[in-house]
């Protein structure tokens, strides 16, 4: 039973990450386009701050659940006296998950605070060249997460 909640907890944090880089990308970005650079972009900030202080709730969860679920099949294996075979696809979550993380970490700690910096300078054109790098990391993201639930799910 707990490693069922654990895992939906696990699931659950996953889907809040990949769907919430998935609304930005396909709903937010281009809604916000209508409006003019100042705007545009104050908004982004307010909108990533609450997004991005979430998702590292989310990460947090999804690596923690996910070391958790690999200890507890490793102790009941070593429990039975098996041997442990860990599913390629596994490895490959594992993998891929910590490469997202570490872009989360990129897009947070350092574009960020690059598009905060831009926007309390009024320097608009650097606020829009850090918003496009945001959201090819962003890009990036998504589809290294895509790529995990396929390779997990098929």
């Not at 916000?32 to 609450?50: D, E, N």
């Amino acid at each position: 039973m707990v490693y069922n909640v654990v895992k939906l907890l696990h699931v659950l944090a996953v889907i809040f990450w990949l769907g919430g880089m998935a609304y930005t990308l396909f709903f937010v970005r281009p809604a916000l386009a209508c409006l003019p650079p100042p705007l545009r972009l104050q908004t982004l900030r307010g909108l990533l701050a609450r997004f991005l202080g979430a998702v590292l709730a989310a990460i947090l969860i999804a690596l923690a659940s996910g070391a958790w679920m690999l200890a507890d099949v490793a102790s009941q294996v070593r429990a039975t006296g098996g041997s442990l075979n860990i599913p390629p696809a596994w490895h490959l979550m594992a993998g891929l998950g910590v490469v997202m993380a570490a872009i989360y970490f990129y897009v947070r700690y350092a574009l960020f605070a690059r598009l905060n910096a831009a926007v309390e300078r009024a320097d608009w054109p650097a606020g829009a060249q850090v918003a496009a790098t945001l959201r090819t990391w962003v890009g990036v993201n998504l589809v290294l997460g895509v790529l995990i639930v396929a390779a997990v799910l098929l």
